[in-house]
């Protein structure tokens, strides 16, 4: 089974400020690891994902990601945030060996970003 | 189309009904995805279409739910005898299938309220 963890449900920082947004995950193989960002009365909007290689990833709008295997967990980072990163932000997992194709999302962390 | 087309936008049902939620996906886009997304739930895997295999049925909650896709295109949701817990945004998303990696885009989603 597959399943992810956002173990906030909430995480506030000040504008110009790095921000962190927690995710572990749990997969019997290797994973393909995701990040959404859902805007208010928006769908979600893919931000980036680890594939394999560089375990450092590089997303949409000055995000990136770190994949660490060994504490299995894929971390959001941001080095300045901004007011219009207030959103909600969604991690997701697939196990690569099972073949299921769908995702297995997060509960969801909000951020709120203060000017 | 240039994006996932989900109708209608919302819906407000009595307990007891059934209710259709449609959605377009992205053409060429071979695989079909819908999930629930409930306040402060997360986002809820229901079912998977790709191509003319089989779909991933697993998700649905009951066997009031069940889900179509016509021509390999347009799918259709449906929710027989709608319960109060049905109350939800439901989310149809698509993706391409060859050199897969998971990427998924979304519809905004259909509001179902169910009095």
Known sequence: AQSVAQPEDQVNVAEGNPLTVKCTYSVSGNPYLFWYVQYPNRGLQFLLKYITGDNLVKGSYGFEAEFNKSQTSFHLKKPSALVSDSALYFCAVRDRGTGRRALTFGSGTRLQVQP | ?115
């Open chain 2, 1 to 115: 189309g240039a994006g996932v087309s989900q109708s209608p936008s919302n819906k407000v049902t009595e307990k007891g009904k059934d209710v259709e939620l449609r959605c377009d996906p992205i053409s060429g886009h071979t695989a079909l995805y819908w999930y629930r997304q409930s306040l402060g739930q997360g986002l809820e895997f229901l079912i998977y279409f790709q191509g003319n295999s089989a779909p991933d049925k697993s998700g649905l909650p009951s066997d009031r739910f069940s889900a179509e896709r016509t021509g390999g295109s347009v799918s259709t949701l449906t929710i027989q005898r709608t319960q109060q817990e049905d109350s939800a945004v439901y989310l149809c998303a698509s993706s391409l299938i060859e050199g897969n990696t998971g990427e998924l885009f979304f519809g905004e989603g259909s509001r179902l309220t169910v009095l």
